[in-house]
């Protein structure tokens, strides 16, 4: 190797390799405009495998938005515009979609996804209208790989989406959830979850009978994350049924929160007087 | 035989014997390739053997190329040579039936390479001539080096014809160091230094560990490379990789406009 290196001829399992690793904000304004071997391993699909919009900022006046908006000479910017680009990019092959947790994203950009990438095996949700919320279900059925879902909150229709996961999602391996945890929800997740390897439910409602319910029946569980939740302590019986669980996570959580009920204000029954 | 004085300018004189020479044992050599059989294998003047040992050391032992007489002990009787696959003499043959037929000395020499030992220690060299001495487990490392030993094509010395002596020694002590193990956090923090230490040569060992085929520094690199790069202005990334933009104008817009029809 001489001193005048071509490095846009660098081999294009390097340059992939390297795109792979870069978010989606260099990847659509930086690197397509390198040079032209640099343009050519952008288009592939394995650069788009992870679709992560999580960390950009869709607001109008961010600089990311700004930069978009200059690079593309573009009059308007928009998140599903935005999104559409990059499911395209994936030619399908994309596993793994975070969407930003705080701007919310409408139904139609999340069934542009489902239909755009259909082999997703994570998907990170975003905050929902309420009236969108009972689409979940639907959406999930068509995430046949389907093996991690985050949820910002509980929605109306757990049980149905419970049911549809079960259904469709052969090989679903996680779920990371805040909500409140009533026993209902319990035993829909061991009846028809068994085999879930990861359980998240920090900051959670999650009454100590659920709790014990779901370490017993679902005994494949590796990890589960309790932390900061209301509804239990770790006593002696929690931390012994979590033996066999090889992360067990429950710090910061209490039998009643800070004002002294712990209460969830829907359920009468479960108010204690104190 | 005038055309080969007429191209090297004549003979005569002493300026001109060295190229004569040259021209002279091309031609053999050229001939010797496509007529092996009927010809007698060229001679080499001990000028250009000079030249060649000091780029390839064991180019006479690789090439099987017979020189003049001369007083080094490594002389060969050019009379009795013979290309190793056809001399049976020189495989190294565990079974004692003699080999007769040039044909069966051909079958047999891929399957004796087999039977070979794998060298305990071997000799990484450059494209630079720089050498180093590694225990099996540490070249080992590398597929595409491991590949080569189990296939038995490596005595001692591996020629890595396509990395330098500098780039080579990052690549040799990070493999020295994964051999060494340890715990998860510690190796982390160390490939953490490595990065960071090796910040100018990163490009050049990334390009080595893909060549090498050693997927743990080649995702190292690439990953410290993607750490660099990320938030960096178009022009600062062309810098860095000394990359010219070769998209015209034209090819720009095109590209943008792709991109542009989600939005409208």
Known sequence: ????????????????????????????????????????????????????????????????????????????????????????????????????????????????????????KKVVMPNLLLEDEAHIPELVAKWKELELLEIQSKPACFLEMVAQISLNCK???????????????????????PKLKYLCFDKS????????MIMDGCKELERLSVKDCIGFEADEEVVKKALGIKIFQCEGSKLFDDSGYDTDECDPLYVHVI | MRWRHRACGGGG?????????????????????????????????????????VRRPDSEAKYEVPVWPSSSPNHRDFANWRPIWTDPSRLELKNSSTMSSEESAIE?????????????????????????????????????????????????????????????????????????????????QWDKEFVEAEKQQLLEIMVAAHYLNSQPLFDLCCQAVADTISNMTVEDVR????????????????????NRWVFD
């Not at chain 1, 090989?171 to 979850?193: E, H, T, W």
Request: hydrophobic fraction near 40%.
């Open chain 1, 1 to 120: 190797m001489e001193n005048n290196k071509r490095w846009e001829e660098m081999d294009m399992d390097c340059l992939v390799n390297i795109f792979q690793r870069l978010g989606l904000e260099d990847l659509t304004i930086g690197v397509p405009f390198v040079c032209k071997s640099w343009y050519r391993a952008s288009l592939d699909p394995l650069c788009w495998r992870v679709l992560d919009l999580e960390p950009l900022d869709f607001m109008p006046w961010s600089k990311f938005t700004k930069r978009f908006l200059i690079h593309y000479s573009l009059n308007h910017f928009s998140f599903t515009g935005f999104m559409r680009l990059v499911a395209m990019r994936s030619h399908g092959s994309a596993i793994e979609l975070r969407f930003p947790l705080l701007f919310g994203a409408s139904m139609h950009d999340l069934f542009y996804a489902s239909s755009e990438c259909p082999g997703l």
């Open chain 1, 171 to 193: 090989n679903f391996a996680g779920l990371r959830m805040l909500g409140s945890i009533k026993k209902d929800d319990a035993l829909a997740i061991v009846k028809l979850l």
């Open chain 1, 205 to 212: 409602y999650l009454p100590k009978e659920q709790l014990l």
């Open chain 2, 13 to 53: 004189g002493s300026s001109t014997d060295a190229g004569a020479d040259q021209c002279w044992a091309l031609g053999m050599l050229l001939r010797a390739l496509f007529d092996s059989k009927r010809r007698k294998a060229p001679m080499v003047s001990a000028s250009i053997r000079e030249t060649v040992a």
């Open chain 2, 108 to 188: 047999a020499a891929p399957e004796t390479s087999k039977k070979v030992e794998p060298p305990k220690v071997v000799v990484l060299q450059s494209y630079d001539g720089e050498e180093f001495e590694v225990d099996l487990v540490v070249a080992s490392q590398s597929e595409t080096i491991k590949n080569m030993i189990e296939d038995g094509c490596v005595e001692r010395s591996v020629p890595l014809p396509n990395v330098e002596g500098p780039v080579l020694s990052k690549v040799v002590r990070y493999w020295k160091r994964r051999v060494e193990g340890g715990k998860e956090e510690e190796l982390k």
């Open chain 2, 239 to 258: 810098e860095y990789f000394g990359i010219e933009n070769d998209l015209t104008p034209e090819e720009e817009r095109r590209i943008r406009d792709v």
